[in-house]
């Protein structure tokens, strides 16, 4: 029995031409008696993000990587190029096979963990993602362990998992976000074809990731390399990469990778998951407006550019494209997004103003005086002329073994031109968090960008590994930091503390604030009215300001707790509702949270969920939407379960009669 094997013959046909193979090949090493049995769990960090949207969690975590990969000296912008390969753009039959050959045995064994495992006889989807501009992946493919205080990026990329280089203003850390390759790829793998800047040799390694399986009786580890085998460190099975010219070239020609000479990365992801059944996010315009808003600020600001193609079609994304607004992938759920986006990259100095006074203590708040009254009156101007402004927030991060360091975060705020609040969007060092939510801002739009400061680096030690939210109890994060938890929730409430301070004493109360999770239905039909909602009456402002009118009594209360909501009865002059119907979804950044609930979030008649009724009878409850009837005056439906780490938006509509249309 050897302990290696190779799975690629040196001679097979493909269609009715014969093609002539090197060494290169899939390696599968058989489990030792003294291995441990061990199943790969890091991909799960990227579950939701793959497999909701692969092409989106590709591009995002390829562009990233590249951001980083950018040469010192390089003045022009990193150039990503994206090559979407589905249905008729696919690979025709066999052509993968060529670097395919002899793998069906293990990707079809029970044990592999794939969901969906490829055949032969389909067409391969892929996608191939290329940059320009970048370094390669620089280092001695040939080694095996990390030297101290020497980079390896080929090591890291390839051989090591949970293993980063990357510190401080780096947009990656964990050293896991390449699985997100792998894991939206229906036979988990992936070939990086890289030609370093120090050596200009062009190399091809893949990698694939299956669970322990046997295949005839003989039981194989996880880990597979595409590559040609060597004795390295007296290790005669070690695989290396791949540098014959037949080989390059024909890899070059099936996944449609158009490096020729140039330093960089191309990374191809075959088999893609999703590819025959969601295939609108693999369209141009699509993938589009995902790397506008994704990606705006180092695209307006000179540093990327992107360009996507899908057969004949092309998309070129520059400074040049993100400001034109007539662009038929911007849609109105980016077009406002574009609007700050395009100020953030080139704010005027008079439109930036600057709060007084960074708040060391350890619950970090705004400051009693952080403006002159000038200003304030001269950004409210501003915003209500319709024109943008920023708000420079200085602030001191306290790492907990060096002195406080002075950093500082950059609030835009511009009203907003959709009739729907959305909450702030999060931009730290040009990549967007796309969960990092914060309280809506009544009637703006709202941008925070930090860039390459002490806070930046806080803030990316607070990342998940896919980079998309903010949390208290990532490694390095709240163990690193004083005060860390306080100063997170600071920057996530800066926008909405603005407006506060902006609008404080100018207008009449506005109920949405009291909403900013809890939308009323009520409140939403008297607050937009027609004609009113741009205009300095519709948005409440008064010089003098009028008295608020009486409070209306209300049919019922909604409040948090722990987990979950509480709907009780509302003010004692209120009457008792009829009916109430509750609707629930996780927040999203734009649009109705409502229209874009999916039934993997959560279904409110299965577990976790769980529904405690007092002095009212559920009367039907699925997916997302809860209608109970009152029994009595003090009812309380409580409903818990719901992940603590999302933000929880829901909709109560209350009936006081059976007239409920």
Not at 47 to 69: F, G, H, M, T
Not at 385 to 401: E, L, T
Request: aromatic share 10%.
């Amino acid at each position: 029995m050897i302990a290696e094997t190779a799975l690629m013959s040196s001679l097979f046909k493909t269609s009715s031409k014969a093609i002539v193979m090197t060494d290169s090949a899939w390696y599968f090493r058989e489990k030792k008696p003294s291995d441990t049995a061990r199943d790969p769990i890091s991909s799960e960090f990227f579950a939701n993000e793959s497999v909701k949207n692969a092409a989106r969690a590709l591009v995002r975590e390829a562009i990233q990587n590249s951001l980083d990969a950018r040469l010192p000296e390089h003045r022009d912008p990193v150039e990503i190029r994206i090559n979407i390969g589905v249905e008729i753009e696919a690979t025709g039959k066999g052509e993968a096979d060529y670097f395919f050959h002899g793998v069906w045995p293990h990707l079809k064994a029970k044990q592999s963990k794939l969901q969906k495992p490829p055949s032969p006889k389909q067409r391969c989807a892929f996608l191939t993602i290329e940059d320009f501009g970048t370094n390669g992946l620089e280092g001695d493919p040939e080694e095996w362990k990390p030297s101290e205080g020497k980079d390896n990026a080929f090591y890291t990329f390839f051989r090591a998992e949970a293993y980063s280089e990357k510190v401080g203003e780096d947009r990656g850390r964990w050293g896991v976000g390449k699985l997100v390759f792998p894991r939206s790829s229906r036979a988990s793998s992936f070939f990086g074809y890289t030609i370093p800047r120090s050596t200009g040799k062009p190399m091809l390694m893949g990698r694939m990731i299956l669970g322990h399986h046997p295949v005839d009786d003989i039981e194989y580890v996880p880990d597979a390399f595409f590559g040609v085998r060597k004795t390295v460190a007296g290790d005669p099975n070690f695989v290396i990469a791949v540098t014959d010219h037949a080989t390059l070239a024909r890899f070059r020609q099936v996944f449609h990778v158009s490096r020729d000479h140039e330093p960089g990365l191309s990374v191809v992801v075959p088999w893609l998951v999703d590819a025959t059944e969601d295939l609108e996010q693999f369209e141009v315009q699509s993938l589009s407006r995902t790397v506008a808003a994704e990606y705006m600020l180092p695209i307006l600001r000179g540093d990327l550019v992107v360009k996507i193609s899908r057969g004949r079609e092309t998309q070129r994304l520059d400074a040049v494209a993100l400001n034109k607004a007539d662009q038929p992938w911007i849609d109105d759920n980016v077009r406002t997004l574009l609007e700050l986006g395009r100020f953030a990259a080139n704010t005027p100095s008079d439109q930036i103003f600057r709060l007084e006074g960074a708040d060391q203590s350890p619950s970090p708040k705004m400051p009693e005086t952080p403006l002159a009254s000038e200003n304030l009156a001269a950004a409210r101007t501003l915003l209500e002329s319709g024109q943008a402004v920023a708000f420079d927030f200085p602030i001191r991060v306290h790492p907990k073994n060096v002195p406080s360091q002075l950093a500082v975060f950059r609030v835009h705020l511009l009203a907003n031109s959709s009739s729907e609040s959305e909450a702030p969007v999060f931009v730290r060092d040009g990549i967007t968090i796309t969960n990092a939510k914060g309280p809506r801002v009544p009637e703006y739009a709202s941008l925070v960008t930090v860039d390459d400061n002490p806070l930046a680096s806080m803030l990316g030690d607070a990342e998940n590994p896919a980079h998309t939210e903010w949390l208290t109890e990532t490694r390095g994060f709240k163990d690193k930091y004083k005060y860390a938890a306080a100063f997170l929730r600071y920057v996530k409430h800066g926008p909405v503390d603005l407006f506060h301070l902006l609008f404080s004493g100018q207008r009449e109360i506005d109920l949405f604030v009291l909403a900013e999770f809890f939308p009323d239905s009520e409140l939403s039909e008297t607050a937009s009215q027609p004609g009113k909602a741009n205009t300095a009456e519709g948005r409440g402002v008064k010089d003098p300001p009028a008295p608020p009118p009486p409070p209306k009594p209300r049919l019922y209360s909604l409040s948090r707790v722990a987990g979950g909501f509480q709907v009780r009865r509302g003010t004692i002059e209120g009457k008792t509702p009829h009916r109430l119907r509750i609707r629930i979804a996780y927040d999203v950044r734009t649009g109705n949270p409502l229209r874009k609930y999916a039934e993997f979030d959560f279904d409110v008649a299965a577990p976790p969920i769980d529904i405690v009724a007092d002095g009212l009878s559920v009367l039907s409850y699925a997916a997302n939407e809860i209608v109970a009837a009152p029994d009595r005056a003090n009812f309380s439906l409580a409903v818990t379960g719901f992940d603590e780490n999302r933000d929880l938006y829901v909709k109560v509509e209350a009936y006081e009669d059976t007239d409920e249309h």
